[in-house]
Each structure stands twice: as C-alpha cells, then as structure tokens.
C-alpha cells in the first residue's frame, strides 16, 4: 500500500485509540520512521460461566491477564442471577485496574450457542437460558461489543494464544468437566460447524452404558463421567460399602462430589481410582474416533476433572493408542492444558478482539 493509505488507516485507528505512536524506529540512515502499536489504554473482559463457577478477566491489548477471579455458582439457577454475578465480577476488576470501559467482552457458556444472535439453544444443562439473549443483556451493561460462544471453543482460543497448542494448526480441546466438549481447530481456524454444535462429544453414545443424560438420551459419554456422573458413581459406591473411604466423606460432608472422588483417589482408595479408569477409558474410546477422523496434531485436556491426575491421563491416552492406527499416534501427543482456568477467559477476550477489532494474535 502506499504511505498515503497507511497514513490514513493508521489515522483512522489513532482516532479510535486502538493504537499509539511509542517512539523512533531504529535509524536506517535516512529519516527515521515512527513505530506504532496497540495502545496500552486497550482493554477487553473475558467471562467463562461454567456449571459450578464463573470466571472474569481483563486483558491488554495483547491479551495478557492483568486481573482474574473465579467465583462458585450453580448455572442452574437461572440466566439472571448468574449473569448479574458475571457482570459484577468483571466490573469489580474494571474498577480495581481504573477502566471505565473496555473495548469488547467476550463470553462463553457450557452449551450450544447461535453465534450470530448471540444466545443459547437448547443447552442441556443450563434450564431457563434457552434463547435468553445474553450478548444484548452484557452489552447494554458495558455499552461496548460483546460476542458470545460455546466456553469449549474460547478455552481452545485461549490454548493456541498462549498456551500448549500455540504452534499446532490442528488440534483438538477437550474439557472434561461437569460437561464433556471438544474445541476443534483446523488450519489455525476455529471450526465451529453448520450451526454452531460441532465438537459436542460428551453426547456421542458410548458401549456398556445406559445412563439417562441431561439432553434426554440414554448412554453419552457425559451422562458415564462428567462431574455430576462421577459423583453419582461415588455415592453409590459409598452407600454399597464398596469405598469405606467415600462412606466416612459421605458422613462427614452429607454429600458427594467429583472433588472428593480426587481426593480418595489421591489416598488411594481402590473403587474411586477404578471409576476414574473405567471413565478415562470411554473418554480416550471416543477420542480415537476423533483422532481416525480428524487426524490432528495434538490433544490438549482441560477441565475441572483433570484435577484427577496422571491415572485419568493415562486411561485416556492408552485408550487413543489402542484404538487408533499408529500413523494417526505416532507423532499425537496427548497433554494437559497450561493455562488451567485461564485459557476460557483469554479465548474469550481473543473472541471479541479478533471478530471485532481484527487484532491478531
């Protein structure tokens, strides 16, 4: 382009305070050009509502996190509450780092989601948020754009800014968490399918289960090791005596979840590590049909239940190797997420600043 068009678009962008001069470029023995940048005023929030917690952050320009927090909430409680929570939380971080307003916010749920209008559809475990329109609800509190998305697909947005999967073009995300998800990214794109759905795995059907499941089926992945699953497992297993271990947790707590199943697993209690296998196992099953299909580069694991440790690691890989053609493996590594719970809330502030702004990363 000529420096006409360049002086004008960066104008343009000066005006907008999206981008700042920072001084001299290094002298090339003529006159020496002036360096540019994202300005440094550039701020974008990034939310992550999960099945059990909501998770805010603000990022630079350049996505960096510069203020986190992560609150407990049951997302069955409705749009409202959580929402409102949500937004407080990030307006709380805001006014810590003393931004009035940032640039966009980017959101993601734990369900299906139309991205062009900006709300859930049908999400199986988020009752009352069927087309509640949460992009308008965030941007008539903030006055900024906001973009809303499945939270799988901005923790894999997340993990190929800054995390593990940065140098991979084809990759696949999976959380194991309350829910089970897939963010597939082929050719450094974010693949999102015809509606929005694609990577929804933890409702592909698995052998030897016939579980009930939130979406009204009978035998997903989800309904045989999600968060709640596992703790329905646990609890039977205390109330049977098959775990003396979960039976005193049981007594002492009044109830039973994925954390402390962790927890037994770590003291080594013989029936919690066995669910955490059988669990692995059907995971890793369906992930070879991933890895036949798909064929990628890597295999990032993320999720609440990866807390779980090296034996699920182990399951879930064995079960790949196993079950998929070696050329598919042999160069398939199979790795925890760097990021942990950061990489939802970086993804979804690289959402709104890439489909917005054009930033890139």
């Not at 948020?129 to 941007?139: H, K, L, M």
């Not at 963010?183 to 693949?191: Q, R, S």
């Amino acid at each position: 382009m000529s420096r006409t068009t360049i002086g004008a678009e960066l104008g343009r962008l000066t005006a907008l305070k999206l981008v700042e001069e920072i001084g001299p470029a290094a002298s090339r023995g003529g006159r020496r050009s002036t360096v540019i940048d994202l300005a440094g005023r550039v701020r974008f929030v990034g939310i992550v509502i999960g099945a059990t917690s909501v998770s805010a952050a603000i990022t630079d320009g350049r996505l960096r996190v510069l203020a986190f927090e992560r609150t407990q909430c049951d997302v069955r409680q409705g749009p409202e509450p959580v929402l409102e929570l949500a937004m407080e939380q990030s307006r709380a971080l805001l006014q810590k780092l003393g931004v009035d307003k940032p640039m966009g916010v980017g959101v993601g749920v734990p369900g299906p989601v139309d991205f062009s209008r900006g709300i859930p559809v049908s999400p199986p475990i988020m009752p009352g948020w069927d087309g509640y329109p949460v992009r308008d609800v965030i941007g008539g509190r903030f006055d900024c754009p906001v973009l809303l998305d499945n939270d799988v697909n901005v923790m894999a947005l997340g993990e190929q800014h800054a995390g593990s999967a940065s140098t991979a073009e084809n990759f696949l995300y999976v959380k194991v968490g309350s829910g089970i998800g897939c963010g597939i990214v082929a050719k450094g794109e974010l693949y999102r399918g015809m509606d929005g759905c694609a990577g929804d795995i933890g409702h592909i059907p698995v052998t030897g289960s016939d579980e009930i499941c939130a979406c009204g089926n009978t035998g997903c992945l989800e309904a045989s090791f999600g968060g709640d699953a596992l703790a329905r497992q646990a609890l039977a297993a205390a109330r049977s005596g098959r775990s003396p271990l979960l039976k005193e947790f049981l007594e002492r707590d009044g109830t039973l979840t994925a954390a402390q199943v962790g927890e037994a697993v770590a003291a080594g209690d013989a029936a919690s590590v066995q669910m955490v296998r059988d669990g692995g196992r059907r995971v890793g099953e369906v992930l070879a049909g991933l890895v036949s299909f798909f064929n990628p580069s890597l295999i990032v694991l993320g999720g609440g239940l990866t807390q779980l440790g090296h034996i699920l690691l182990a399951e879930i890989r064995g079960a790949i190797y196993r079950r998929s053609l070696p050329l598919a493996t042999r160069n398939l590594p199979i790795a925890m997420s760097d990021l942990g719970p950061q990489a939802g809330v970086i993804g979804a502030a690289r959402l709104v600043s890439e489909e917005v702004y054009g930033f890139s990363r």
